[in-house]
């Protein structure tokens, strides 16, 4: 069953009075239950694709297409409404933890809020759950830890805390932006964990931003590869990454497997100007296979194997390399 679909999603921003497109039709489906990454390089509408779903945009920002979570429309959801969903049914670890969180206010008091807006819990039993869910993600001492401010908090400590604001709920949809961004790699296997336990403890549908593909091989059974605005591939993880059937996946795979460490690796060429839509190809201009096709017209989505998509005129000639 289909937990949240999405159709013909663009999102634009109007900048110094020219358009950037950052979203150019996205048409994706994430199942109940699935644990699903987005990889992509910096850039390629990862953060952007989540953010519209909840519609967490500046003013300057024009969204259009659908977005349909348990058959819901969001994009036409009043605010009111919108803000039961928001951390109630979905809810997202953003990135850079200490940034996300209030400096201003404990981060008990942050969670409890959250708690109070979804459940009409009072204060002091508000209190008691966000002491409960800091204490569930492995925080010591966490009826006093809830007192702290950001501030006080560790980088691994902010990160937990984010998830615990995120548990709270008890949400369907959890959403992971980057949950490891900046923290070292002992921390940032403990967060993953982290992440991993709570997703199977609410029986919960996880959508996992990452560049890191190892992540995505030990934690996710669906990937969806984005670039420049565009979903490239999509499929069951060990297709995709077995079997490549597009060049930019192909191209980020390469990278990965690169072991010379005395060169970045890294994708030659330059992503495309998002201030103009391509005709054809987003990736033609980087890519080693581009024929005239490519340039002249953009491809469509074709199923290479049951369940794997590849947005490719080549799609098949890649995936049999």
């Avoid at 390469?254 to 970045?264: G, L, N, P």
Wanted: glycine letters at 8%.
């Amino acid at each position: 069953m289909s937990l949240l679909q999405i159709e013909g999603l663009q999102l634009q921003f109007r900048v110094d009075r020219e358009t950037v497109y950052a979203l150019r039709g996205v048409d994706l489906s994430v199942g109940a239950g699935t644990r699903t990454a987005i990889v992509g390089e910096s850039g390629s509408g990862k953060t952007a694709l989540t953010l519209s779903l909840l519609r967490l945009l500046p003013p300057n920002a024009q969204v259009k297409g659908s977005v349909r979570f348990l058959g819901r429309e969001l994009l036409t959801l009043d605010e009111a409404a919108l803000r039961q969903v928001r951390g109630a049914q979905i809810a997202m670890i953003f990135q850079h933890a200490q940034a996300a969180l209030n400096p201003l206010l404990p981060v008990g008091r942050q969670i409890a809020d959250v708690c109070r807006q979804h459940s009409g819990m009072g204060r002091a039993e508000a209190w008691e759950r966000a002491v409960e869910v800091l204490a569930a993600t492995g925080i010591q001492q966490a009826a006093a830890r809830a007192r702290d401010y950001p501030h006080q908090y560790s980088g691994g400590m902010a990160q937990r805390a984010l998830i615990a604001m995120a548990l709270v709920c008890e949400p369907q949809l959890l959403i992971a932006d980057e949950p490891t961004s900046g923290l070292d790699v002992a921390v940032q296997q403990q967060v993953l964990a982290l992440v991993e336990q709570v997703v199977a403890r609410l029986d919960a549908t996880l959508l996992l931003i990452t560049h890191d593909l190892a992540v995505v091989a030990d934690t996710c059974d669906q990937i969806i590869v984005m670039y420049a605005g565009e979903v490239m591939e999509t499929g069951a993880t060990a297709q995709v990454l077995e079997r490549p059937a597009n060049p930019y996946t192909a191209a980020l795979l390469a990278c990965f497997e690169q072991t010379d460490e005395a060169r970045m690796p890294f994708i030659p060429g330059r992503t495309p100007d998002m201030r103009q839509a391509p005709t054809g190809c987003s990736f033609a201009g980087r890519c080693a296979m581009t024929r005239d096709i490519c340039h002249q017209q953009r491809p469509q989505a074709v199923e290479v194997a049951p369940g794997h998509f590849s947005a490719c005129h080549f799609a098949q000639e890649v995936a049999d390399a």
